[in-house]
T-cell receptor, first 113, second 114 residues
Framework: LAKTTQPISMDSYEGQEVNITCSHN???????ITWYQQFPSQGPRFIIQ???TKVTNEVASLFIPADRKSSTLSLPRVSLSDTAVYYC??????????????FGTGTLLAVQP | DGGITQSPKYLFRKEGQNVTLSCEQN?????MYWYRQDPGQGLRLIYY???????QKGDIAEGYSVSREKKESFPLTVTSAQKNPTAFYLC???FGQGATYEQYFGPGTRLTVT
């Protein structure tokens, strides 16, 4: 079964670039990798999604190596409002009819002034 | 205004009582999910449904039950068999089932059982 691992926490300062990595050793070959952001007592919200190489949108970039066993979320020039927990989500190819969804352990990003 | 709603936001129950959490979406999504989140922990999948009248157990289905009689609704019942029901419960929906499809989350229901 897939196991997705993330650093428990990271600290940063305003204006810096932050990179959060998620390791997923048994990712399904046909599923995308998705990252979510969660503030306290709220539901997670979508940040970015990709299948391979690099994807960029208005808030983040996502880097995925060729073997797809990991992914790195990059947040450019973070601000205090980026303080949140970040989760990766992958599908696990465990042999069932549909892929099993596996959320990462979550990374608490604390941005300081 | 499209979205996914959960009610109530806070729920208090006595031990031994069953309680049902509501989840409604008007996004025309086929798939719906229930997750449980404990303090400082990640999301754990309880149940999911890919289509009306069909649902599958997730990682921690024991002590929970669901129904999917309508596309828009996916209520979760926390039964008295659930050993530690106090948690934050999140409902989500997506066009299809799988990590490829963006999940839209509701605001959550915080259940406290004493």
């Amino acid at each position: 079964l897939a196991k997705t691992t993330q650093p428990i926490s990271m600290d940063s300062y305003e204006g810096q670039e932050v990179n959060i990595t998620c390791s997923h050793n048994n990712i399904a070959t046909n599923d995308y990798i998705t990252w979510y952001q969660q503030f306290p007592s709220q539901g997670p919200r979508f940040i970015i999604q990709g299948y391979k190489t690099k994807v960029t949108n208005e808030v983040a970039s996502l880097f995925i190596p060729a073997d797809r066993k990991s992914s790195t979320l990059s947040l450019p020039r973070v601000s205090l409002s980026d303080t949140a927990v970040y989760y990766c989500l992958v599908g696990d190819n465990y042999g069932g009819a549909t892929n099993k969804l596996i959320f990462g352990t979550g990374t608490l990003l604390a941005v300081q002034p | 205004d499209g979205g996914i709603t959960q009610s109530p936001k806070y729920l208090f129950r006595k031990e031994g009582q069953n309680v049902t959490l509501s989840c409604e979406q008007n996004l025309n999504h086929d798939a719906m999910y229930w997750y449980r989140q404990d303090p400082g922990q990640g999301l754990r999948l309880i149940y999911y449904s890919q289509i009306v009248n069909d649902f599958q157990k997730g990682d921690i289905a024991e002590g929970y039950s669901v129904s999917r009689e309508k596309k828009e609704s996916f209520p979760l019942t926390v039964t008295s068999a659930q050993k530690n029901p106090t948690a934050f419960y999140l409902c989500a929906s997506s066009f299809g089932q799988g990590a490829t499809y963006e999940q839209y989350f509701g605001p959550g229901t915080r259940l406290t059982v004493t």
